[in-house]
């Protein structure tokens, strides 16, 4: 059997064109798709026939989480006094709880004794630059302990540079 370039039922491999075109992509689209759609007949056809034999009846509340909100303060401290129960709602600004200021007044009261030192302290040695006659602690608002400490320092300073 002799075969020519010109024959055009053949394909490059010498297979036959028409068997080729039986199996191309738009046959195996349509064949696929038609699966597809017997397949979601089929579902949707048990899915109307089929019957429901009871449901689960019970009672319960239904609670979005994302209203659920978590609160502290940045620093902590001791609660004195709650001022919402669980479940109450609440708006921007609605004190929510009451934290006790013991610690935070003590902490106060230290700040302010060292800020009073250190203010007297800055005097004490501006005078002693300065080599004045006494330390200027009359516009200053300190404690008189502050102010007889300081003064003894400076009185020292001067005795032992003296």
Known sequence: MITTTNDKSRDR????????????????????????????????????????SGAVITHGQVVVSEQVKTIQHRDGGIIAAIRVDNGTAVRKGDVLLVLDDTQTRVELSIVKAQLQQFTAAHARLVAERDEADAVGFDTLDLSPAVISGETRLFEANRRMVA
């Open 13 to 52: 491999n010498g297979g036959d064109k028409n068997k080729a075109r039986q199996f191309g992509i738009t046959s195996r689209i349509l064949a696929s798709s038609a699966l597809a759609g017997a397949l979601v007949f089929a579902i949707g056809g048990w899915a109307a026939q089929a019957k429901l």
